[in-house]
């Protein structure tokens, strides 16, 4: 019998606990619900590119068509140390958002313990003769506390934390982002070093062979010793170069090395410079493409999170109501820890709210406004630096292409231009110099034709970066 009153008041106090969560939840909340701001978006880009009905390409640099760039990015995104630091940063804050969503509800906690005691016998108060000085005591206790969230504030507080987990997530997105672009950087700067180094190599040994037919020319009284000299010049200027070209591709091996979370070494090269695919922009890209940005949408959650911290400290103006309660056994005697007689329990209902505090509850509400500002400055300024990286990258690009035809063209006519100098000196229609102007424009060219065309290809890995993750061909 005595159980079965345990049980009911059980039931009872659950009933009690289930009205007051209800009535706590369904409570009224402080402060205002987020709204977006207003954006003004500009109507087009500084260069039109017209009608995309696209979306981010979550594989963009798929497009340069080399299987070992896309080979490298897969071993960056997993091995990156960088960018298992920031998923550690998204555990961390997803573990926030749980913990502090946990105080929406009663903590429930449970306690048991049991001990013996020996009263002194010749103490200020001596134990009468027929009391036996040892005791024991048990005990078995469930533990509540809960503060009912009347106003919202721990709503709020919850609220916050999810946007700053989500927050955490497009940080880590970012982190993504720069990684791809990164490594799609480095390996074009490398692949175009390769290229570099290719021309010069090719062009030394032209060189070499100039030398070896001059220095039989001048044994044999054909050219002067000045001819001679000159060829050499050259031929010493380009092996100079060299050095340094190699000394830049073992950096950027190793710097490349690094972003794939591995130790300083070679890389593998797929395709050759001069074979990777330009990919092709959309007509029309348009300006909603932005919102797939990470840093956006970072800005805006941090935006979220400050605007929720305004209702909670708006609640703080209100008061605070709390409910404690103990349900348990006490005995000397295990055996009867569970029966009736044994039962204890106490609850109580507090309510504690501000009278005086000099101002601290008006300035705390007043610096959670300021933080909303700021981060609504924040989300603007997000919002101007994306258009002004993608109408930057777009105008690269254009005007990239234009410079690499014309240095195409450029450099037609220096291969022209080179064969018919050399055509005239043997026909002895001019001296040497006018087929070292031939050759040593025709080499800087060549450099530069290279550098224009990596320019161009990281100006589209810009873009891709500018617009989020890039885009979908139609």
């Excluded at 798929?62 to 995104?77: G, M, R, S, Y």
């Excluded at 997530?169 to 982002?177: D, F, G, K, P, S």
């Excluded at 062009?203 to 039989?216: A, G, I, N, Y």
């Excluded at 990777?276 to 949408?297: C, H, K, M, N, W």
Aim: glycine share 6%.
């Amino acid at each position: 019998m005595p159980n079965r009153n345990i049980d009911k008041k059980i039931t009872l106090y659950r009933l009690f606990l289930g009205l007051l969560l209800v009535v706590a939840l369904n409570g009224c909340i402080i402060g205002k619900n987020y709204q977006r701001p207003q954006v003004t978006v500009p109507g087009s880009w500084r260069i039109d590119e017209a009608d995309a009905r696209q979306v981010a390409n979550a594989h963009w640099w798929e497009h340069f068509e080399d299987p070992v760039l896309n080979t490298l990015i897969q071993t960056a995104l997993h091995q990156n140390l960088d960018l298992l630091r920031a998923a550690s940063r998204v555990d961390e804050y997803l573990a926030r958002y749980q913990e502090g969503r946990s105080d929406l509800f009663p903590q429930i906690s449970g306690q048991a313990a049991g001990g013996r005691q020996r009263a002194t016998k010749i103490g200020p108060v001596p134990l009468s003769p027929s009391i036996d000085p040892t005791s024991n005591n048990f005990l078995a206790n469930i533990n509540l506390s809960w503060e009912i969230d009347l106003w919202g504030k721990i709503r709020r507080l919850t609220e916050a934390a999810r946007a700053e987990f989500l927050g955490m997530q497009e940080a880590r997105n970012a982190v993504i982002l720069s990684l791809v672009s990164g490594v799609a950087s480095s390996y074009v700067h490398l692949l175009s070093l390769d290229r570099q180094l290719e021309i010069s190599k090719a062009t030394l040994q032209t060189r070499k062979d100039s030398v070896e037919l001059f220095r039989s020319r001048f044994e044999g009284g054909l050219v002067s010793q000045v001819e001679l000299l000159q060829v050499k010049s050259e031929y010493y200027a380009t092996l100079a170069l060299i050095p340094g070209i190699e000394a830049s591709i073992a950096q950027q091996e190793n710097a490349l090395s690094v972003l794939l979370g591995q130790n300083p070494g070679p890389i593998t090269r797929g395709k050759r410079f001069d074979e990777l695919a330009l990919p092709s922009i959309p007509a029309g890209l348009p300006s909603r493409v932005l919102e797939q940005r990470p840093d956006i949408l970072q800005a805006e959650q941090q935006l979220v999170a400050a605007n929720a911290r305004i209702g909670a400290a708006q609640a703080h103006f209100f008061p605070a109501i709390s409910l404690t309660g103990v349900l348990g056994t006490s005995s000397a005697e295990l055996k009867n820890l569970f029966t009736g007689p044994a039962q204890t329990w106490n609850y109580i209902g507090s309510v504690a709210g501000p009278i005086f505090n000099a101002g601290k509850i008006q300035n705390q509400v007043r610096i959670a406004k300021a933080q909303r500002q700021e981060m609504l400055f924040n989300y603007f300024i997000a919002i101007q630096n994306a258009f002004r990286e993608v109408n930057d990258a777009l105008m690269a690009q254009h005007q990239t292409r234009d410079q690499l035809r014309s240095q195409e063209k450029q450099l037609e006519s220096l291969k022209e231009y080179d064969a018919l100098a050399w055509l005239r000196y043997d026909n002895g229609y001019t001296d040497y110099l006018e087929v070292l102007d031939a050759q040593r424009n025709l080499f800087a060219v060549q450099l530069a034709c290279t550098q224009t065309k990596e320019n161009l290809l990281h100006a589209m890995i810009s873009l891709y970066k500018a617009m989020g993750g890039g885009w979908k061909n139609n």
